[in-house]
């Protein structure tokens, strides 16, 4: 069975400043996809980004990027220039890209807490 | 934009009571899901269904149903609460391409007495 793992239970950051969040994850599938969900206060979970295995180019959306190292089934958030609207729990997800049925489900890690300072 | 409602925010029941949790997507997705948010544990799949009619169960779904008559409805019920069932439910949906994301509601904040 697939699982995902945030090592990190809270972070914190200064505004401007750049910050890293760790997820790992384990896998016998080749073929998958790779997500990072936000669920600020407001508790609405919105997608922040997404990979998928069989790109080897990081994904990026703005201020926020992935470092996926496929190997080493790694796959960290960096987010760049921090703001306070960043303060939220973030979530590693994984899906296996294969079986219809089996493979839609999403598994999460635990999750990050993530504080910004000004 | 997507929109997936949940019928409640917060929801206060009694042990033993059986309760129905909503949810409602406008985008004719056919897959969706229910999730419990539990602090230290994440999210954690109860069921989820692929079609009308059709359902899948997932990690947790001891002491959970579900229901979908209407491919935009899906129903998560509690046949007899109890305390531990007390958490955060999040119901999502997705298209059926398996390269979709997936779009959450806002979560039912559930408490069980």
């Known amino acids: 069975a697939q699982t995902v793992t945030q090592s990190q239970p809270e972070m914190s950051v200064q505004e401007a400043e750049t910050v890293t969040l760790s997820c790992t994850y384990d896998?016998?599938?080749?073929?998958?996809?790779l997500f990072w969900y936000k669920q600020p206060p407001s508790r609405q979970m919105i997608l922040v980004i997404r990979?998928?295995?069989?790109?080897?180019q990081n994904a990026t959306e703005n201020r926020f990027s992935v470092n996926f190292q496929k190997a080493a089934k790694s796959f960290s958030l960096k987010i760049s220039d921090s703001q306070l609207g960043d303060a939220a729990m973030y979530f590693c997800?994984?899906?296996?890209?294969?079986?219809?049925?089996?493979?839609?489900?999403?598994?999460f890690g635990k999750g990050t807490t993530l504080s910004v300072s000004s | 934009d997507v929109k997936v409602t949940q019928s409640s925010r917060y929801l206060v029941k009694r042990t033993g009571e059986k309760v129905f949790l909503e949810c409602v997507q406008d985008?004719?997705?056919?897959?969706m899901f229910w999730y419990r948010q539990d602090p230290g544990l994440g999210l954690r799949l109860i069921y989820f269904?692929?079609?009308?009619?059709?359902?899948e169960k997932g990690d947790i779904p001891e002491g959970y149903s579900v229901s979908r008559e209407k491919k935009e409805r899906f129903s998560l019920i509690l046949e007899s609460a109890s305390t531990n069932q007390t958490s955060m439910y999040l119901c999502?949906?997705?298209?059926?391409?398996?390269?979709?994301?997936?779009?959450f509601g806002a979560g039912t904040r559930l408490s069980v007495l």
């Open positions: 999502a949906s997705s298209p059926g391409d398996i390269k979709a994301i997936q779009y």
């Open positions: 896998t016998s599938e080749s073929d998958y996809y």
């Open positions: 990979q998928e295995a069989y790109k080897q």
């Open positions: 997800a994984y899906r296996s890209a294969g079986g219809y049925q089996a493979g839609t489900a999403l598994i």
């Open positions: 985008m004719d997705h056919e897959n």
């Open positions: 269904s692929y079609d009308v009619k059709m359902k």
